[in-house]
């Protein structure tokens, strides 16, 4: 078995991290609107790509800092290696058992390869994973090729409209919705879990 997990709002409670990583820019003088601002414009920079590049966005407050650039991305480091305060509770027993369980465990997470990576280098959750596969846009052009030679493949993602688009392409894989800021339209033909023991339970009853 093969389990497909996703980073962002499945793991790890992105916006907890966002709140902490604005109150690191406002250390630097940064206001919350200037700071959201210029977060949107950062992300969506290169589309169809969601593309977090911290220098970028650091690069549109520039002006506004009140520390020099150098301070600045040495306070974002420091909030690196806190990382694993951000996880979700129970995320990392949650990915231990799937471990000890035999299944072979890939992140598929969508965003600026750099962000990403740096974010799980400082995670303990790095080493818990057999391969971390990190795209700017479209999952579903690579979770085929990820799971090729696997009878069983879950997939685990809060974002529905991702799951959507790899149903589309691997319709005979497990997919499982696990509930995030973004909500959850009504009437899903998909499990949705609220929790990772929920998640588990869905895996069982689907063995």
Known sequence: MIVILDLDYTLLDTAKFKDALAVVFASCGVDRKSFDRAYKKTVTARPPEYDYDIDRHIGYLEE????????????VNELLKSVD?????????????????????????LGNEFWQRIKMEHSTLSDMFDRIVTVGSGKEDVVG???KGHDKVVVINDNVDEIFRMLETNPTF??????????VPGALDIPVCDSFEDILEVMLLDS
């Open 64 to 75: 506004h800092l009140t520390c020099n650039v150098e301070k600045l991305k040495g306070r």
């Open 85 to 109: 305060d951000h996880l979700y509770p129970g995320a990392r027993d949650f990915v231990e058992r799937l471990r000890v369980g035999g299944a072979r465990l890939v992140l598929l997470t």
């Open 145 to 147: 090729d990820i799971a």
């Open 174 to 183: 497990l997919y499982i919705v696990k509930r995030g800021p973004r909500g």
